[in-house]
């Protein structure tokens, strides 16, 4: 059987696919608020938070889910390219700003403040489980985020493309 840094080729292959799930239905998540879902607005606090995933992380700890280890982390790491996308808005007036239920739209300082927190609790809790994976999880990561980046910098035709990444690595360092 083929091995990397201990763990067997497949199982190595089904939890890169899994953080790579978890990834990718991260950086979605947060504008599901767009279609109204539970009367929030767009760029609502609730979805644009580290909430979501710290309860799937709850979950996969209390449970003993398959492949979960893989998927939470993606999960955390995807919201956290998506807020960190957020944090560099063309303009910040309207929708850029960050929605707070029965509240209302935040002011620029606020907006910045709680994206930037919330950004940096996702980043936290997606590193987290390195020592868990070694440098298979390592890998996984890189390799996602990559793409996801280079995906959301084509997609959004970014005009400060260099800003959310520098905001992932810098917070993504730290937390290690
Ligand atoms: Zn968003």
Not at 65 to 73: R, S, Y
């Amino acid at each position: 059987m083929l091995e990397i840094a201990g763990l067997d080729l497949l199982t190595v292959a089904i939890g890169f696919a899994c953080f790579a799930l978890g990834a990718w239905l991260g950086t979605l998540f947060p504008d599901i608020d767009r279609f109204r879902f539970l009367r929030l607005r767009h760029r609502s606090v609730v979805t644009h938070s580290f909430l979501v995933p710290a309860l799937l992380w709850a979950g996969s700890a209390l449970s003993s889910v398959d492949w979960a280890g893989w998927f939470v982390p993606g999960f955390a790491a995807g919201v956290a390219l998506h807020l960190a996308f957020d944090l560099f808005p063309g303009k910040w007036r309207g929708f850029a700003l960050i929605d707070v239920p029965k509240l209302g739209r935040c002011t620029r300082s606020v907006s910045t403040l709680l994206l930037f927190s919330n950004l940096f609790v996702c980043v936290i809790m997606s590193v987290s489980f390195f020592p868990e994976h070694g440098p298979a999880g390592v890998l996984a990561y890189a390799a996602t985020l990559a793409a996801f980046y280079a995906y959301g910098v084509w997609a959004k035709k970014e005009h400060f493309a260099a800003g959310p990444l520098m905001t992932i690595l810098t917070l993504g360092g730290d937390a290690l």
